[in-house]
């Protein structure tokens, strides 16, 4: 899934060149206030000029709901702003505890994905987490005839060191 962040209101470049990368889904996160919210739709309107395909696009953070859920600070909206007066407090992305906004983030990334890939996934970070340390126990334990059936690290423990000549 392709990510581009922007801070406050995209420029048309940037809005064409993500069209290029979207198939028809984008998310987005951040402050909730009249300019956070309206920066939601300039993203979404520059976007759409842009696809050709339909666009599902959603705010992932912070929203109305999240406020409540999560019991976030608010403060009251600046007096001198005058979009979006039906918004009344603000709260900034950055109230959202990071583990929350992550899994939030994770659960959108994988809705997307295939059924599988979670699956495939998992089994190669499972590998990765373990094969340290099987190759340890595999050097350290296992027995080779192609080494005298000795283990790897015997082997190399018994074996005479060649002194390496360097270049003078």
């Known amino acids: 899934m392709p990510l581009y962040p922007t801070g406050g209101f ?7 060149e993500a ?3 979207i198939d028809a889904c984008d998310a987005e ?19 759409r000029e842009h696809l050709d395909t339909p666009l599902v696009f959603r705010r992932l953070a912070i929203n109305e709901e999240q ?14 702003d005058r979009r979006r007066l039906d918004i009344h407090e603000t709260v900034e992305a950055e109230a959202m505890p990071a583990a929350d906004l992550r899994s939030i983030v994770r659960l959108a990334v994988e809705a997307h994905l ?9 089994e190669a970070e499972d590998v990765a987490e373990h094969l340290p340390r099987f190759i340890d126990s595999y050097n ?6 192609a080494l005298g059936y000795l283990s790897p690290n015997r082997y190399e423990e018994e074996q005479p060191r060649t002194p390496v000549k360097t270049a003078a």
């Open 10 to 16: 995209s420029s048309a470049t940037l809005a064409h």
């Open 19 to 21: 069209a290029e990368h």
């Open 29 to 47: 996160f951040g402050d909730y206030d009249p300019a956070g919210l309206l920066i939601d739709r300039s993203l979404e309107s520059e976007l």
């Open 67 to 80: 406020i409540d859920l999560y019991d976030l600070p608010t403060k009251p909206r600046k007096a001198t």
């Open 114 to 122: 295939p059924s599988y890939a979670l699956r495939v996934a998992q």
């Open 140 to 145: 350290k334990g296992r027995l080779h005839s």
